[in-house]
């Protein structure tokens, strides 16, 4: 049979190597089934994303300043754990050669390549709060500290020049490894040389530490910092754990989009949502478990400066949200997505990532909105205040304005890697289990 009729290249076939099909010509692969015309979505999403900004600004000059600057964190936070989300699980399907994801890779890469702009999100809090407001969220950035013992001990890590240089590493980082992914699959789409996905797998080797210590660190600092008394070590994993559980929701939410628009058909399967679904119901339990974990071991040592962060959550209003993320991120999700048939239909599995993105709303909030209490009325601030439009806004500006360039990104290349090594392997993926 010749290479022309068996569909393998063998044109660079070296001995006891494993030749893979080169399907690129399959129907399903047709420029129109893996190509957006438009940018309307794009374009509504940003206008969403804008408004809502500009209400968040409106809630800081009528309302409370402390408030709508934490409100607007929250959402770049969300908008920076998806993205980062998707980098995270670029660079694990590429280390273990998950041939299933070979559809969803671009995908991935294009999430991946927003990390450094929702980082910049995400970095203009602190900046604001460090030149403009003084220290109305980060507490270590308030002058009426300046002489607490605690902040004393950690007064070399709170350095300004230290801080907002380690910020500008992580973006960096984020910059460098998504350019990189995505300019080496771009290469491959044109050239079809195989060798670039190694060259990537061997880039993700070292990558992946870079990326675990830069998300470790910037949830230290842009979100346990917030409070420099309190410290927990397993901070860094538990907003890990909030970035893979939104980062796949937010990848089903795109998937189902372009399905409904009639792209990807025979590319993105039933086969495929299920692995998704059980991406996502895997990390809804690993968030739980390193939710608890910290709980746990902080209620057990019973050490003041980590117990006071809780002990401010569960009062005032703010444990009836505690109780909500016990339930909503945890319960509800865990018995919904054990089901087989929930993890294998589109718009069940879409509801449940518009649900886990809700969560991580709450999360977020429940971090950080108790840190814009700036009198005992607005210390019981909760979800039931009359002021919660801020909160809503803050949370739709960073995530429409995430979904946006998400989708921008998407059409301004193939939503699909076509030379992918295991694009054969992809497409005709099934599952058993």
Known sequence: ????????????????????PD?????????????????????????????????????????????????????????????????????????????????????????????????VLAAITPILDFVVFKGSLFTWMNPEYSSDYL?????????????FGRMGLYLVIWWYLSRVYVARSLEQDRTGDRSLSAKTRFTASWGMILTALSIAFCAFDWLMSFDFRFFSTMWGVYYFAGCAYSGIAALI???????????????????HYHDLGKLQFAFTVFWAYIAFSQYFLIWYSNIPEETAWYVARKQGGWEYLFYTLCFGHFLVPFLVLIFRDVKRKGTALTFMAGWAITMQVLDMIFIVRP??????????????????WIDAAGAIAGIAIFFGLFWRVCASRPLVAVHDPRMAEALHHKNYV
Do not use: Y
Request: some cysteine; overall charge positive; charged content about 10%.
């Open 1 to 20: 049979m010749s290479s022309a009729t068996s569909g393998l290249d063998t044109s660079k076939f070296v001995p006891g190597t494993i030749v893979l």
């Open 23 to 119: 399907v690129s010509n399959d129907p399903a692969l047709k420029r129109e089934n893996i190509t957006i015309s438009g940018s309307t979505p794009s374009t509504m999403l940003l206008g969403v994303g804008l408004i809502a900004l500009v209400a968040t600004i409106v809630g800081g000059a009528v309302v409370s300043k402390q408030h709508a600057l934490a409100s607007f964190h929250v959402g770049a936070c969300t908008a920076l754990a998806m993205s980062l989300g998707g980098l995270f699980f670029l660079q694990a399907t590429s280390l273990t050669n998950a041939g299933w994801s070979a559809t969803i890779r671009r995908l991935l890469e294009n999430m991946a390549s927003l990390a450094p702009i929702c980082g």
């Open 151 to 163: 902040l004393s001990k950690k007064a070399i890590f709170f350095t300004p020049v230290f801080f």
């Open 253 to 271: 939410i795109i998937t189902q989009a372009l399905r409904n628009r009639g792209l990807l058909k025979g590319v993105v399967t039933d086969e």
């Open 371 to 388: 840190m814009a209490a700036i009198n005992e009325v607005e210390a019981q601030m909760a979800l039931t205040n009359k002021h919660i």
